[in-house]
């Protein structure tokens, strides 16, 4: 316990560059003596930690100190070997001179156990391409100029200033401000035709309002599937969404923005799911049917 706790110590003084004494008690939910006492043993140790007194006075590390590879334990740095090698599966982040590096200062050789691998089965050169330069506009805050195709099927151009890339539900999105819409959005990778930069850089972004009504966009969604559809309902929903019927059937309850997605979504099963609730999801999913039998129909 008393480990833990000086190891998080220096990383919360890393991550702030100082506290005072009071606020690392009140954050370990010690006494401030324990604090002091916590602090001669870093020294010891040789961690250079130091106390100063006065109006701006606090506890701080030397500001060029670096963890030292005996402050983590054997699983701890196997956990983090395997972390940057599932990174470098994903074959977006390039870490393999930083596995490499890390592997030879805890003496540890990273063992191929795992993959995970994000990338579409038909990736080209292209998807790499562009996800290499979102990364560094996000890194360098460039702000881009992208060619994006919208849910209702628009294309055109935005000027973006890119925050953070996202991967959720099994696709990778770049979350930033757009300066057409002046507000904050996901832009599916996938959906970003053509990315180029603008020349600009950007510092201040206004700050991210959340929309008062933002959960109310999801709506419980009952479905039914047949027995036969298990591997599919069982790879697209979360198992805790699912109960097996009397009849083998599946009925599954879930949360789901119900937009244009959703619909595309429930028609790739075909005939094989009956939409329970909401009763206007199912006019909407089968108008949308019938339009698809009169467009293809011989």
Known sequence: MQEGRLFNMVYYLLHRGHASAPELAEKFEVSVRTIYRDIDKLSSAGIPIYAEAGRNGGIFLKQDYV??????SDSEKEELLMALQSLTATKRLDNTGVLSKLSSLFNLKSSDWVEVDFSRWHEGQIDNTQFEALKSAVIHQHYLMITYVGMNGTCGERKIAPVKLIYKSKAWYLKAYCQNKKAYRLFKLT??????????????????????NAEQSYR????????????????EFNQDDVSLMENGDLFVSTQMPEDTWLVGF????????EIIEPTSLQKIVAEQALKIFEKNKS
């Open 67 to 72: 963890l030292d590879r005996t402050v983590f």
């Open 220 to 235: 419980t969604i009952k479905l039914q599937f047949p027995k036969t559809m298990a591997y599919r309902v069982y790879d």
């Open 266 to 273: 429930l028609l790739s099963f075909g005939t094989e799911v």
């Open 191 to 212: 959906r970003i035709l053509n990315i180029s930069l603008s020349g600009e850089t950007f510092s201040n972004l206004p700050e991210e309002v959340l929309a008062e």
